[in-house]
Nanobody, 121 residues
Framework: QVQLVESGGGLVQAGGSLRLSCAASGRGFGSYTMGWFRQAPGKEREFVAAVRWTGATTDKNADSVKGRFTISRDNAKNTVYLQMNSLKPEDTAVYYC?????????????WGQGTQVTVSS
């Protein structure tokens, strides 16, 4: 069992930056693929980025965030991060952290409760 707690969300002006953190507790953090998703009001949950246990990021990061968002992890601290730069109003959403399987096809198993990010224009 893995528990995930996100933090770092808030209100920021367009063009600003935020860094989200996701602290994991429980066994086996280092073996999971970790990911970030987001859900805007009235929309479906959207994949943002993922990072393997080795630190390698997937090549399927969402086009809408490429070049602006960076995912990373610190296995010693059981924490995954999402650095968000050049934020846009359309980035406004609840951001969720997830832990998934380590195989080529990721199955997302554990989810955090989310942290709100609001970008004002």
């Amino acid at each position: 069992q893995v528990q995930l707690v996100e933090s770092g969300g808030g209100l920021v002006q367009a063009g600003g930056s935020l860094r989200l953190s996701c602290a994991a507790s429980g066994r086996g953090f280092g073996s999971y693929t970790m990911g970030w998703f987001r859900q805007a009001p009235g929309k479906e949950r959207e994949f943002v980025a993922a990072v393997r246990w080795t630190g390698a990021t997937t090549d399927k990061n969402a086009d809408s965030v490429k070049g602006r968002f960076t995912i990373s992890r610190d296995n010693a601290k059981n924490t995954v991060y999402l650095q968000m730069n050049s934020l846009k109003p359309e980035d406004t959403a609840v951001y969720y952290c997830a832990a998934g399987s380590s195989g080529a096809l990721i199955t997302w198993i554990y989810w955090g409760q989310g942290t709100q990010v609001t970008v004002s224009s």
